[in-house]
């Protein structure tokens, strides 16, 4: 049994990863996210929830007290803020396994038209999900960054990764899929330390995601 701490608990990563958690593990789960009654609905006796901002190092720090792994859905202007505060709380609380959602082209390593839409289209956001994976990459942290491809709401686990100097790979996977892989990732402490991994659905290469 697994402790995880689960920041922006909300996200809809998050929720998918929460559901799998209690459906396919015997972990516990700590939900941590500014407004608690997005997650209400969570009623289970393996289920705390804690209101809270994950720029406040202190509300944080004690919210990673005895838990064993960290799962970050977040996002914002200031992700590197956040990134930050996130480790000083996990060095003030002896915690070293962190699993951070990031998002793909951090690394400008989507080749081809995909790769120069995908840069367009994101544009600065990209460069502020670099600067706080930098943090991390930084840092002594058991890591592992996931660096989704163009998320799809289907019902399907369907996905394959590439490393952080391989080109990536598709161009979308499910969200049901990156819930999978954290899950995974949660459930096996020695499973890509310190990796930033790009994930994909595959067979879906193109110019763009087929949906958009």
């Known amino acids: 049994m697994t402790k995880v701490l689960i920041l922006g608990a909300a996200g809809q990563i998050a929720r998918l990863a929460e559901q799998q958690f209690l459906?396919?593990?015997?972990?516990n789960l700590t939900l941590y996210l500014r407004n608690s009654s997005r997650v209400a609905?969570?009623?289970s006796d393996r289920?705390?929830?804690?209101?809270?901002?994950?720029?406040?190092e202190a509300k944080l720090?004690?919210?990673m007290a005895d838990q064993d792994v960290v799962y970050a859905n977040l996002a914002g202007q200031n992700i590197k803020q956040q990134?930050?505060?996130?480790?000083?709380?996990?060095?003030?609380?002896?915690?070293?396994r962190l699993i951070w959602i990031s998002t793909l082209g951090i690394y400008n390593e989507v080749p081809?038209?995909?790769?120069?839409?995908?840069n367009a289209t994101l544009g600065s956001y990209l460069t502020r999900y670099y600067d706080a994976a930098e943090v991390l990459e930084n840092s002594d942290l058991d890591y592992t960054i996931i660096r989704p491809a163009w998320l799809t709401d289907k019902a399907e686990i369907d996905y394959e990764t590439t490393q952080?100097?391989?080109?990536?790979?598709?161009?979308?996977?499910?969200?049901?899929s990156i819930a999978a892989l954290v899950v995974k990732?949660?459930?096996?402490?020695?499973s890509g330390i310190r990796t930033s991994l790009g994930v994909n659905k595959p067979n879906t290469d193109g110019d763009k995601p087929a949906w958009y």
């Open 61 to 63: 720090t004690l919210a």
């Open 112 to 118: 081809g038209k995909f790769g120069q839409w995908n």
């Open 164 to 176: 952080r100097n391989e080109p990536f790979k598709g161009t979308e996977v499910s969200r049901k």
């Open 47 to 56: 289920v705390t929830i804690i209101d809270g901002d994950t720029t406040d």
């Open 41 to 43: 609905d969570l009623q």
């Open 83 to 96: 990134a930050q505060t996130v480790l000083k709380a996990m060095h003030a609380s002896g915690l070293k």
């Open 23 to 27: 459906a396919n593990t015997s972990d």
């Open 185 to 190: 990732l949660a459930q096996d402490p020695t």
